[in-house]
């Protein structure tokens, strides 16, 4: 039978379906940085399940804050530091780390076949070598940590094939943000997006970093891309000790690759030869227009960094734009550039590009996540306008008010120079080809050795045994629904800001839940319990703090209604024993004509894939699976992995 790589990888990890077909996979890897995982430590410190099943597997990082700018990243910074110290994980400290999913493949944490998890959205970025790797919530990283299992619903698979001749002037970039504009951000959930054809066969490894990281964009669990001889050439200082040579290499590895005939769930083609660069207008990433159409806008700022552009062959791009054109930063704007990792700012700093950058007046900054996700360094004030290249526009997510604009490298040099949003030349741009293109060398990549520890043995059935009856959360969802009247969709950084990250107390996450949305209504918030919204709900960043600041809100809100989720907040919301309800529009529509003063929910149904809500003599049904009940009935993922886990080592297979 011919296969995908995802269904290769998924079956040669696998150690157990479930009844609704989710798969239970061994994980090889599991990252983790300083936001998402500190209340996970925290969490399995409380319950007694403080254990790494395997620290060989795990890398710790400090990324988003780097370095801490405030006491609550400081005291993060610390905790994750100490706990890895405390499990034997290897831990990047300052100075050797940078922007998590540059600096993981970088160190040789990523190898074509494997799986991995990480508390971060933009954990897809891997799958660039042809793995299945995954951003999840806190919990989900807990219980990965704890057992080395991962539950993964079944998966699409969409195959997307680059043709025809790419304009100088198109980048990874301006493809990716097109696919996301023809596909919506929903329109690979639950799938893997693979990427192929002749352009991809011709694009270099950071190019191909750029694709598969925005692919959760588009709501996808990862983006994937065939091994090939570029692909061994960028991983042979990794694996040359484990190889007679490249060929050898590239024959073992591309057995992961899909089948030349295999059968995909869907397929499409894009012929990019007539595609012009593009960037984001208002609040998607899917509202995409070629740059022409705004072009002339006046920029307040240019940011060249990010897990999605700030790679070796971004920077050398950028650099060499601006110094062909021999123009500095616009007197109007300001340009600020952070190289993606520690090594590729060395990298950058050895090849002159640092000393271009500086001499076009640029601000240089160390590798951090930074102002991606409005954290530090570049954070822009209420109605100025920046373009980035960055991998989100959702409103205030670079400053409250702040308008951005998603673009390649090459547009954000020509809108430095210029003051205002500029289509790339394309003769110019021709005339750097092929500069930063596949230029590969020993020190493309850093690994950073770490002596193999020793695994400990966890006993998962005393360990349940001793934790299954612990908790008490609410099972009834019933009650005061609280009609969010915004008509758009309303993501995770709505629900908690990104400078509320550094709390580690779930409590003060309520506090500041939807505070830039819900201004006048804050008491009619605060007084319900269940949140309707007619529009998607729950794109963008993993945090799983969106979920405990909507339990935290108030009398604690634990049912969302809405007619699409976002993957990873619906999985948080039922791993913490909530429950997410999916109605089609018209129908959560109805609900706010009615104004119910009570929402009835009966989730606990005889029948096995349905469940029931009614309100002002109206009732609806809704699908929730068999494991999403069991979820609700345990309280939870930690309680369910652990008992799974039980099980699974009882009939030694963990």
Known sequence: MKETAFEKIAESHLVKTLPDGRMVLVLDEKWCHEITTPNGIIDARARGLDYVSDPNTVLAMIDHALPPNDAGSAFQAKLIREWSKQHNIQFLEIGWGGVCHAVIPETGRVKPGMTAIMGDSHTCTSGALCALTSGVGTTELEAGLLTGLWILRPQKVIRVNFIGKLPSNVYSKDLILYLISRIGTNGATNAILEFGGPIIDDMGIDGRFTMCNMTVEAGATCGMIMIDQISIDYLWPIIKNQYFDKTKALEDLSKWNSDFDCNYDKVIEIDVSDLEPVTTVEYTPANVVPVKEIAGKEVNQVYIASCTNARIEDLRIAAKLFEVLGKPVHPNTRCIVVPATAHIWRQANKEGLLDIFAKAGCYISGPTCGACLGMSCGVIAEEEVCLSTTNRNYKDRMGKGGMIHLASPATAVFTAVNGKITVPDKSVCLSIQPFGHKQYSEDYVNPIPWPKQSVPQID???????????????????????????????????????????????????????????????????????????????????REQAVWALENCGVGIRCVIAPKFHRIFYTNMFNNGNLCIELVEDITREIFKDNPNNIEIIWDTPNNDQGHITWNNKEAEFPISVYQKNLIRKQGLMNMILELAAELQAEGKL
């Open 460 to 542: 998962f059935r005393s360990l349940y045994a001793k934790i299954s009856s612990q908790s008490d959360k609410e099972k009834s969802f019933s009650g005061k629904p609280f009609l969010l009247k915004e008509d758009r969709e309303i993501g995770t950084e709505e629900l908690i800001p990104a400078h509320y990250l550094n709390e580690t107390e779930k409590k003060r996450f309520g506090e500041h839940c939807l505070e830039l949305v819900v201004i006048e209504e804050r008491k009619a918030l605060s007084t319900s319990n269940i949140l309707v919204h007619f529009r998607p709900f729950g794109a963008g960043s993993s």
